[in-house]
């Protein structure tokens, strides 16, 4: 990873400190695809979680974390850049203030392992994302996996060719940053390096770790109906894509 990128994570990296508390009103919208789309895949795909524990970086509030808890998650702990929490977390939950780019630094979960490591549309905002998947996996326990969700990378190719008039092709493929500004809060601008397809899976190599499953989860049948306008822009910007990842032997 360049220099150049480790900046472009860095300056998202601050932007989130200001944006997260509008991305959790957002997130809480009846109509917010993380509650209809988001969230309901990442839990199937986490499976039962009944005495395992689980270690979320970039975990946002922490509400998710806590929910896991209440569903039989065990010494499990979250760690944002923002440090804004839910209060009272229940028990054993631990919301750490700390830089998920460098999990191996955060004094509170140093030399522990756990059986899941979240990583829930936070991963892009990692300054080195081979380094943080190589630390990341390294905190698992043997049967331990990551899961790992990104915003679908024809989401931004698209939203640039709306913009510049340029064609598909020419932006997917395009290096330069993407400055945008979300719908949590149109007076903060995100800056982000695109990535291909192709990128994300050589990450995942690097880092020595095999996908078990991928996932592109799309609306129901009934939310659709429920929310045309959601379905209008999943059909123009797919969503996301959800990863488990488990460690190569070789590593």
Known sequence: MTSHDRQSA????????????D??????????????VEWPAQRDLLGDVTERSILDLGCGNGAKLAELARDGAVASAGVDIAGKFIPAPPAGVELIQGDLSHPERVPQPIGRTFDRVLFLQSFGYAEDPVHTLRAARAMLKRDGFILLTRTQPIRYAVERTERNGTSLGEEYFSSADYTYRTGWNEHIALSKRPFTMSD???????????IETAAEPRLTEEAARRY?????????????LIFKLRPLASH
């Open 10 to 21: 860095r300056d998202s990296s601050q932007a989130w400190q200001e944006l997260t508390s």
């Open 23 to 36: 991305f959790e009103h957002a997130r809480a919208r009846e109509d917010s695809l993380d509650r209809l």
């Open 200 to 210: 994300l899976l050589n990450t995942f190599s690097a880092a020595g770790l095999w």
């Open 228 to 240: 045309p306008h959601k379905q209008e822009w999943m059909n123009k910007y797919l969503g996301i």
